[in-house]
């Protein structure tokens, strides 16, 4: 991302996007994140859920957070590098919805170098896309 002063006040750590042997690209930390402390956000076009559940129907790849029962956000267009977060069925991080917020925050310490990884949770793929991110007891589903 760059030096501290370049990376956005939100942004709370220095991290990169690289491809990741779990899907497409993902974050990677580029400096050590300590245990319980807040990595950085998303920002990105605020819309409704049935808008968001219309624009999920149609796209392969979806980054779109559920934020409220009425609200979401679409990161199609973020220039947040954590919109790359990869799902992992063992996260080291935790994505928190907190006053319309998208946070991440680490589960434990992360090293630089290692992928940032949050369980997504429930999705709207239901369990039809295959789990890539070979941990142990991965669930093999989202």
Not at 24 to 37: C, N, S
Not at 96 to 124: N, S, W
């Given at each position: 991302?760059?030096?501290?002063?370049?990376?956005?006040?939100?942004?709370?750590?220095?991290?990169?996007?690289?491809?990741?042997?779990?899907?497409?690209?993902?974050?990677?930390?580029?400096?050590?994140?300590?245990?319980?402390?807040?990595?950085?956000?998303?920002?990105?076009?605020?819309?409704?859920?049935?808008?968001?559940?219309?624009?999920?129907a149609t796209?392969?790849?979806?980054?779109?957070?559920?934020?409220?029962?009425?609200?979401?956000?679409?990161?199609?267009?973020?220039?947040?590098?954590?919109?790359?977060?990869?799902?992992?069925?063992?996260?080291?991080?935790?994505?928190?919805?907190?006053?319309?917020?998208?946070?991440?925050?680490?589960?434990?310490?992360?090293?630089?170098?290692?992928?940032?990884?949050?369980?997504?949770?429930?999705?709207?793929?239901?369990?039809?896309?295959?789990?890539?991110?070979?941990?142990?007891?991965?669930?093999?589903?989202l």
């Amino acid at each position: 991302m760059g030096t501290l002063a370049e990376r956005p006040a939100y942004q709370k750590f220095d991290v990169a996007v690289r491809r990741s042997p779990i899907d497409g690209f993902g974050v990677f930390a580029l400096e050590p994140v300590p245990r319980w402390t807040k990595i950085g956000e998303v920002r990105g076009e605020s819309i409704t859920v049935a808008e968001a559940r219309r624009r999920a129907a149609t796209l392969e790849r979806i980054m779109i957070v559920e934020v409220s029962a009425k609200k979401a956000i679409d990161l199609a267009r973020s220039t947040d590098p954590m919109r790359f977060t990869n799902h992992s069925c063992q996260p080291n991080g935790q994505l928190r919805i907190q006053e319309g917020r998208i946070e991440f925050y680490a589960l434990r310490a992360i090293e630089p170098g290692e992928e940032i990884t949050v369980d997504y949770g429930e999705t709207h793929h239901e369990g039809r896309l295959a789990c890539r991110c070979g941990a142990a007891g991965c669930t093999g589903r989202l």
